[in-house]
């Protein structure tokens, strides 16, 4: 005997609602001004976060505070990169820490006395917009060639060129492999006593500084989200077969996502070459390149603030409660796998988002709710199975 399902009504389905997705609604019903002012505060309190070194923030006496902000901001600018490519066009990079690396050799090129230059000590308002470029033109350069490949020859090929870098740097002359570029310059900028700003033990500069570019690299970032080319990407995510059966140039929009994610990357490894003040080639390997993934998956794929806060989550919280080294590893293994049963989508997903506006849209387009489809007219159109 068949029975029909009953038409969910929308305030029915509003009560059912989790309540994030709650939330997310309360959020996007509000005003372009509203949000901004609400969203003001915030900002301003994350710029105060430096000073606000005590109990339950500060991580000393075995981590330097400042730092272990900077390290979390800098994971994080480097997880919105990544995100372009994994969550938003969902090609799934396993070497991106090979454009984290190219960014960190040319800002060492360009200012570290032991480079092959002549005269290396460019301004880092040069250093900047190169090491961007250059790491532009590598993610044209491995892009072109590969990203007519999908899933795990796609991982497969770029998990290759990450250490196709890290071996280039570890041969090569040029790159003095372990040896390494010492004092790898930074901003410029002096206190009033003349001192520098910008020092390897002060994270505080460097913080604010990265944190800044956090705040560029995300309105540039929903800008695109919100334009053709985020649409496309979101398509190409979801069925890149059918998107290209509806005109959209898959693979022109695959090279744009791996470029601007490279020009991201390239950025953040000037930034971690400025501060380190020294670079060689045991930081780039395939470890690293795995926790920029797990950032990005762990704070849901597809989503800015997700992704930050997935790299909060990787690393700060180790920093703030001083796991040990040799079980840092163990503890987000456990953690991803647990993540993975319960939410699959991520701490922040952004899936189930998407699928509510469509959702609204469709009950403002036809003025009534969307109905479930029932027993009898799944039967009748041929795909209901018998009772």
């Excluded at 994350?46 to 730092?67: G, K």
């Excluded at 072109?144 to 290759?160: N, S």
């Excluded at 704070?299 to 909060?312: F, I, Q, R």
């Excluded at 609204?360 to 969307?370: C, D, I, S, T």
């Amino acid at each position: 005997m068949s029975a029909e399902v009953t038409t969910r009504t929308q305030a029915s389905e509003g009560t059912r609602q989790p309540f994030g997705q709650r939330v997310r609604d309360w959020w996007n019903s509000r005003s372009r001004l509203e949000q901004w002012l609400m969203i003001i505060p915030v900002v301003v309190l994350v710029y105060l976060l430096p000073v606000m070194n005590f109990f339950p923030l500060s991580t000393e006496p075995w981590t330097d505070y400042e730092l272990a902000l900077f390290n979390a901001a800098r994971l994080g600018l480097i997880a919105l990169g990544l995100n372009v490519v994994l969550g938003q066009a969902g090609l799934l990079d396993l070497g991106y820490v090979g454009f984290f690396a190219v960014g960190a050799y040319v800002a060492a090129i360009m200012t570290s006395r032991d480079s092959f230059l002549t005269d290396p000590r460019y301004s880092w308002v040069v250093v900047v917009p190169v090491a961007i470029a250059i790491t532009m033109v590598s993610g044209v350069v491995i892009g072109t060639p590969t990203l007519r490949l999908r899933g795990d020859y796609l991982a497969i090929v770029t998990l290759g060129f990450g250490e196709m870098v890290r071996l280039l740097a570890d041969n090569l002359e040029p790159l003095r492999g372990n040896r390494g570029f010492q004092d790898v310059g930074g901003p410029p900028g002096t206190y009033a006593n003349g001192s520098p700003i910008f020092t390897q033990g002060d994270g505080k500069p460097w913080y604010w500084l990265t944190v800044t570019f956090i705040i560029v690299i995300l309105l540039l970032i929903g800008n695109l989200e919100r334009s053709r080319v985020g649409r496309a990407w979101v398509a190409i995510r979801e069925d890149e077969d059918v998107a290209e059966i509806m005109g959209v140039p898959t693979f022109r929009f695959k090279v744009w996502a791996f470029v601007i994610g490279a020009g991201i990357g390239g950025l953040s490894g000037v930034l971690y070459a400025g501060q380190v003040g020294f670079v060689n080639n045991q930081r780039f390997d395939v470890v690293t390149s795995i926790l920029f993934v797990a950032a990005v998956v762990l704070g849901g794929s597809g989503n800015k603030l997700g992704v930050l806060l997935g790299a909060l989550v990787i690393s700060y919280l180790p920093d703030r409660f001083q796991l040990a080294p040799e079980y840092r590893f163990l503890i987000f293994g456990i953690a991803l796998i647990v993540l993975m049963i319960f939410r699959p989508q991520g701490l922040l997903g952004a899936r189930q988002r998407l699928l509510a506006r469509g959702r609204q849209a469709y009950q403002r387009l036809v003025g009534k709710p969307e109905p479930v489809a029932t027993e009898s007219a799944l039967i009748d159109s041929g795909k209901g199975t018998n009772a």
